[in-house]
């Protein structure tokens, strides 16, 4: 089995459909069924069971399985290691994060970056989706969670106080919640992933079971915008809020837990030069 027959067998086993593993490997769907079809013939095993579910591990599937993953690490090893020794300050440095900090930060910050180091060029992903460092999706990720690995270089660049907040429209039409009231009588603007995991879910610690949301969305950046649009109410970093002119309910409530921002990365990407003033630069526009 080579490299590139080991992708797309950790491709196929992570994703389990053809059009998944596709999206990945960035190639088409027949070109990974193909490719597995002749990974089976030339090893003469069965790896994979069709089902209605999709693609699922067989026993010797899933030692192969075992293998290219064992492959890969050391591949992505390599790879680390040779690029956290680069000292050149030019090349690609990928970046992924949240829209909302990538349109008020990050944004701000490669426009820093480019004048004074037009030679380095960054490939920015704006997502909610966790990514994975170890298996180099990324080079430098900013999230609001903060990791737990030995091997990921952590840094806190902010610690918001959560508000209250809705457009002066919106307040102009309904008026201010009563506290305690469980936002009876109001239009809400929730997080979709925080909304949904929680059994009682709550604005500034405040339950919402009177509340009536009307739009549960996955990004801080559309909950921002349709708190702009008069949706409703809902909660984002004070920072943030009066950033976008929104007008702050309940001035002198908070949310208990504050909204942290992480940047972090592969410890031996360190001391590369081109992450290395990447990193300074988001660090400089963070504080300012």
């Known amino acids: 089995m080579n490299w590139d027959d080991a992708r797309i067998l950790l491709a196929l086993g992570r994703e389990q459909t053809l059009r998944r593993a596709a999206r990945v490997l960035r190639v088409d769907q027949a070109t990974v069924g193909r490719r597995?079809?002749?990974?089976?013939?030339?090893l003469g095993s069965t790896l994979f069971l069709r089902t209605p579910a999709g693609y699922q591990l067989t026993a010797i599937g899933?030692?192969?399985?075992?293998?290219?993953?064992?492959?890969?690490s050391a591949a992505l090893e390599l790879t680390r290691r040779i690029r956290g020794v680069d000292?050149?300050?030019?090349?690609?440095?990928?970046?992924?994060?949240?829209?909302s900090l990538a349109c008020d930060f990050v944004m701000p910050a490669l426009r820093q970056l480019h004048l004074a180091h037009p030679e380095i060029r960054v490939v920015l992903h704006g997502?909610?989706?966790?990514?994975?460092?170890?298996q180099r999706e990324t080079d430098i990720a900013i999230r609001n969670q903060r990791p737990d690995n030995p091997d990921l270089i952590l840094r806190k660049l902010a610690s918001w106080p959560m508000g209250l907040y809705a457009s002066t429209d919106y307040l102009a039409r309904q008026g201010e919640p009563v506290?305690?009231?469980?936002?009876?009588?109001?239009?809400?603007?929730?997080?979709?992933p925080y909304w949904r995991d929680r059994t009682v879910p709550t604005l500034v610690d405040e339950v919402i079971d009177q509340g009536r949301v009307v739009a549960a969305v996955n990004s801080s950046m559309?909950?921002?915008?349709?708190?702009?649009?008069?949706?409703?109410?809902?909660?984002?970093?004070?920072?943030l809020?009066?950033?976008?002119?929104?007008?702050r309910v309940w001035p002198s409530r908070e949310r208990s837990a504050p909204y942290e921002?992480?940047?972090?990365?592969?410890?031996?990407?360190?001391h590369t030069a081109r992450v290395r003033l990447v990193i300074d630069q988001l660090v400089r526009t963070f504080e300012g």
């Open 127 to 134: 997502s909610s989706d966790l990514v994975n460092l170890s």
């Open 62 to 72: 899933e030692e192969a399985f075992a293998l290219a993953q064992k492959v890969e």
């Open 261 to 270: 921002v992480w940047m972090v990365t592969h410890k031996d990407l360190r």
């Open 241 to 247: 809020g009066e950033r976008d002119g929104l007008a």
């Open 36 to 42: 597995i079809a002749a990974l089976e013939a030339d």
């Open 222 to 239: 559309m909950v921002r915008r349709a708190i702009a649009e008069g949706l409703g109410i809902g909660e984002i970093p004070i920072a």
């Open 179 to 192: 506290p305690a009231s469980g936002f009876a009588g109001h239009d809400l603007v929730m997080y979709e």
């Open 87 to 99: 000292n050149e300050g030019a090349g690609e440095v990928r970046i992924s994060t949240t829209d």
